[in-house]
C-alpha cells in the first residue's frame, strides 16, 4: 500500500480518521489583523488563518454549525502534519524536479480527456496553487515511501500463519462459472433459443446479439456464488454442465443462460491467496509504521497552536468546489 498523505492532509478522508488522544500544543497571542493572525507555527512557520480558510475553503467541506470548532480543529491538525512532512522531507533532501510533475499532469489530461487547467478553472481552483500543492504531495508521497513503505517487509511464514489461523476466510461456497445473453424483448430471446437448439455456438451469439456488458467476452460472467447475483440468476445452479436455460426474465432484460463449469465447496488453497494475504498484511503493517512513524516525527517538531484565533476567525465558506486532481496525480504510479 502506498502511504501517500493526500487525502489526509487536503482534508478530502480526514473526516473518517480517528481523533487522535494527545495534548494541545500550548497556545499563543492572537495576532492583531484577522488575515495575517497565526494559527499555529511548525517549527517557526506560521499556518495564518487565510491560508488555513482558503485550503479549507479548497476541500469543498461545509461543516454543520455544532460541529465547526471540532472540524476546523481536526483539519489544522493535518496541516501541522502536512509543515511537518514537508520540513522532513527538505531535511532529508528529496526533490521533485518539474518534469515529473508534468508528466503527472499529462497522465492526468491523459486520463480525464481534457486539459487539467481547464477541470480547475470550471471548478474555481487556481491552477498555480493546485500545481503547488501537488509538488508537495509527491514530496510527502515520497517521504512516507522512504521512511514507511521501504521498511515493511512480509515474510513467507507470515503468509503462511495469517491463513492457518483464519482458515473460515477461505472456506469458500460452491461457485458455477456462467455464460450469458441479454436481449430486450422474449420474441429477440425466443430467437436466440431456437439458434442455440440448431447448434450456433453461445458465446458467438452472446457477443454478437447481448446487450450485457460482458458481451464482448462472449458472455462469460465469470464464477460466482448462491447469492451473489440477482434470484433470477439461480437457474443455473440446477443446469447440468453445458446445460442451456429456458428464458428468464428479469428488470434488465430476457436472458438465456449456458453452464460452462462449477467449483466445489470447500478450502481455497494457499497458492491461490498468498499474494492477497501478503497485501493485507503489508497494509496492516504499514499503517502501525505510518502512525508510528508520525508520532516520532511529531516529537521531534516544536509547534504551537493559537486556537484562539482558529476559534475567533470568521465563518468558513466555500472558495471552490471540491476536485480530487492532486490525490490521483500523487497516486499516478511512476
Not at 476546523?72 to 502536512?82: D, G, P, T, V
Not at 509527491?138 to 514507511?148: F, G, Q, S
Not at 461456497?173 to 431456437?194: C, F, G, N, S, Y
Not at 451469439?205 to 458481451?215: D, H, I, K, V, Y
Amino acid at each position: 500500500m502506498n502511504y501517500s498523505a493526500p487525502a489526509l492532509l487536503l482534508g478530502l478522508l480526514f473526516l473518517s480518521c480517528a481523533k487522535k488522544n494527545e495534548e494541545k500544543p500550548r497556545t499563543t497571542a492572537p495576532a492583531v489583523s484577522a488575515d495575517s493572525r497565526v494559527v499555529a507555527t511548525v517549527n517557526g512557520d506560521p499556518i495564518t488563518l487565510a491560508e488555513f480558510q482558503e485550503r479549507f475553503g479548497r476541500t469543498g467541506i461545509k461543516p454543520e454549525r455544532d460541529a465547526e470548532l471540532e472540524l476546523k480543529a481536526e483539519f489544522l491538525n493535518r496541516l501541522i502534519e502536512r509543515k511537518m512532512m514537508l520540513s522532513e522531507a527538505q531535511r532529508k533532501r528529496i526533490k521533485v524536479g518539474l518534469p515529473e510533475l508534468d508528466k503527472k499532469i499529462d497522465g492526468l489530461r491523459t486520463e480525464y480527456g481534457k486539459d487539467v487547467k481547464d477541470i480547475l478553472a470550471n471548478q474555481g481552483v487556481d491552477f498555480e496553487k493546485w500545481k503547488s500543492d501537488l509538488w508537495e504531495e509527491v514530496m510527502i508521497e515520497r517521504l512516507v515511501a522512504l521512511e514507511v513503505n521501504s521498511r515493511i517487509i512480509v515474510a513467507l511464514s507470515e503468509v503462511r500463519r495469517y491463513y492457518q489461523e483464519n482458515a473460515q476466510e477461505f472456506e469458500k461456497p460452491e461457485q458455477v462459472r456462467v455464460r450469458q445473453i441479454v436481449v430486450a424483448t422474449d420474441q429477440e430471446a425466443r430467437k436466440m433459443l431456437e439458434l442455440l437448439q440448431a447448434g450456433t455456438d453461445f458465446s458467438t451469439l452472446a457477443r454478437e446479439n447481448s446487450t450485457a456488458p460482458e458481451a464482448e467476452r462472449g458472455g462469460d460472467l465469470g464464477y460466482f456464488a448462491m447469492g451473489e447475483m440477482p434470484s433470477e440468476f439461480n437457474v443455473v445452479f440446477g443446469l447440468p454442465l453445458g446445460g442451456i436455460s429456458g428464458i428468464v426474465k428479469s428488470p434488465y432484460g430476457f436472458h438465456i443462460f449456458k453452464l460452462e463449469t462449477k467449483r466445489d465447496a470447500g478450502r481455497v488453497s494457499l497458492d491461490e491467496v498468498s499474494r492477497d494475504i501478503a497485501e493485507k498484511l503489508r497494509r496492516t503493517k504499514e499503517d502501525q509504521r505510518y502512525k508510528q512513524w508520525l508520532t516520532e516525527l511529531r516529537s521531534r517538531t516544536k509547534f504551537e497552536v493559537n486556537y484562539q484565533a482558529l476559534e475567533a476567525g470568521a465563518p468558513l465558506e466555500k472558495t471552490g468546489e471540491h476536485t480530487d486532481l492532486v490525490s490521483r496525480a500523487a497516486a499516478t504510479p511512476r
